[in-house]
């Protein structure tokens, strides 16, 4: 078999993950009609999904989490910088040639591993034990700023190219 049946949770949870992104972005945007709101929502929303115990609901739902490389739960700033999302698009090639680590999971020093302790009925448990800390803040501010260069970036292109 060319692809682990780990490869084939991760591309499920992705497409699960997306489809909720996406459903966010859809509502947001069809109560502010406003994409530029949408995007500063949606976009801190994708990067910190994960935040949650290594977690999004995807791989909850496929039993696997972001772990560090010593196969503990990553904290939630190695969970924020993986999913930089102007890479995305590139990984999505990158993952065929190496389909257990993505170029986030190099940069951010994790992988995907199995994990079936945790499941979608404990999300509310984890929530309220949850306490807010340095990494998750990071994460926030830096999935806001992100997206604020980012756009920016691509206002410069749209602006060099209808001149």
């Not at 995807?58 to 190695?78: C, M, T, Y």
């Not at 999971?105 to 079936?116: V, W």
């Not at 949850?130 to 998750?136: A, F, Q, S």
Request: proline share 2%; with cysteine; charged share 20%.
């Amino acid at each position: 078999m060319l692809f682990s049946e780990l490869f084939w949770k991760r591309i499920k949870a992705v497409i699960i993950d997306y489809l909720i992104m996406i459903l966010i972005g859809v509502l947001v945007y069809e109560m502010t009609f406003n994409i530029f709101i949408s995007c500063f929502i949606c976009y801190p929303l994708a990067i910190n999904k994960d935040f949650l115990n290594g977690k999004s609901i995807g791989k909850r739902i496929f039993g696997i989490q972001v772990q560090d490389l010593s196969n503990f739960k990553a904290n939630e700033w190695k969970s924020s910088l993986r999913n930089i999302l102007f890479i995305i698009p590139i990984e999505f090639f990158v993952i065929i040639l190496n389909p257990k680590r993505r170029i986030g999971d190099h940069i951010a020093r994790t992988k995907i591993g199995d994990e079936n302790t945790f499941n979608l009925k404990s999300i509310q448990t984890e929530l309220k034990e949850y306490r807010i800390n340095k990494e998750l803040i990071f994460g926030v501010i830096f999935g806001i700023l992100n997206i604020y260069l980012l756009l920016s970036f691509y206002g410069q292109i749209s602006s060099l190219l209808t001149k």
